[in-house]
């Protein structure tokens, strides 16, 4: 598995090199200046904007610009907001905590929703609770985030009134107080894409135990004399898990990608509504390193669910 995992790098290296000329080309010959705002200022002078521009490296030509970009990524820094006018990676740090909290509680919320809900639909299939988790489970990944989060809001926040319909770290308490108030603030998006990702898993895991439980060695176990919920758990589940855990792996980096609408419905200030706002703004570096670390976070899991596979299956071997 070493000599897979480093030929494995060895490729990702050339193929985020290419992604990342993709996107530093298809960013630059994008329509907008980040400086258009001074350019209908008469308070700003012209040499002053001119200045602005030499100094950013705004009028070199395209691959010099990208060189100089890749060096400094290189280093370790992801550039200047032109906007903000502080560094790129100070914004990502203050932005990164929120997304996570919310991306990670979602994602364990919608496991503990699909397996165990999955392993009950599979084991009693065609049942009256097969057909209601199928039911919901298709409609829970048919309606997409945006839809359901207004919904949430529609009905939480403007009729019931229980939650805040935006999120909010700006809150005056401290201890248990501040948890809580955190909490109800985020429940609703993290609920959002809870159930978004839990209807997805819950399809996976109910046909990978559908599989698994019609297996021979399933009804050797049962033959053996094994409980009902000792084949159940300890031979089918453990055995339906194996796709499912690659499946996981290759979703984690869409569940940044699709919390940027959930964050933008819910004002979350986390990478998503940050992203948004430098497309609006025409930052470029800003929206440069975002997409790039999206770009970064679909190689490494891609990797990850490969290495996941192998190591769950004895039957893959990667020599």
């Given at each position: ?37 001074l ?7 012209v ?6 521009r ?5 009028d ?5 610009r ?14 200047y ?7 790129v ?47 919901l ?27 805040p ?9 401290t201890?248990?107080?501040?948890f ?19 209807a997805?898993?819950t ?12 297996m021979?060695y399933?009804?050797v ?22 796709p ?11 569940i ?5 609408v ?20 025409k ?7 975002i ?26 071997r990667?020599d």
């Amino acid at each position: 598995m070493t000599k897979y995992l480093i030929r494995r790098l060895i490729i990702a290296v050339p193929t985020l090199l290419g992604i990342s000329v993709v996107i530093f080309v298809i960013l630059s010959l994008a329509p907008g200046d980040p400086f258009s705002e001074l350019a209908l200022n008469p308070n700003v002078p012209v040499e002053v904007r001119e200045n602005l521009r030499r100094q950013l490296g705004m009028d070199d030509p395209i691959h010099v610009r990208y060189v100089k970009w890749l060096t400094s990524l290189l280093q370790g820094n992801l550039g200047y907001s032109f906007v903000s006018r502080v560094d790129v990676t100070q914004l990502i740090w203050q932005r990164l905590p929120t997304t996570l909290f919310v991306m990670g509680s979602a994602y364990v919320i919608a496991l503990l929703i699909a397996v165990p809900v999955g392993v009950i639909s599979a084991v009693r299939q065609y049942s009256w609770l097969d057909n209601l988790a199928t039911t919901l489970a298709f409609i829970g990944f048919s309606l997409p985030t945006f839809f359901t989060g207004l919904i949430f809001i529609l009905v939480f926040s403007i009729y019931l009134r229980w939650l805040p319909m935006v999120f909010t770290t700006n809150i005056q308490a401290t201890g248990p107080a501040w948890f809580l108030e955190i909490l109800r603030h985020a429940i609703m998006p993290i609920m959002v894409l809870a159930l978004f990702e839990g209807a997805v898993l819950t399809r996976y895991v109910r046909a990978s135990m559908l599989d698994v439980i019609r297996m021979d060695y399933i009804n050797v176990a049962r033959a053996k004399g094994l409980s009902e919920r000792a084949v159940i758990i300890r031979h089918g589940l453990r055995n339906a898990l194996i796709p499912v855990v690659t499946i996981m792996a290759l979703q984690i980096p869409g569940i940044f990608t699709g919390a940027i609408v959930t964050e933008q419905i819910f004002r979350v200030p986390g990478i998503g509504s940050l992203l948004i706002s430098s497309i609006q703004l025409k930052d470029t570096p800003v929206v440069m390193a975002i997409v790039f670390a999206y770009a970064v976070l679909v190689v490494v899991f891609n990797l990850i669910a490969d290495l996941a596979y192998g190591v769950l299956d004895p039957r893959i071997r990667y020599d």
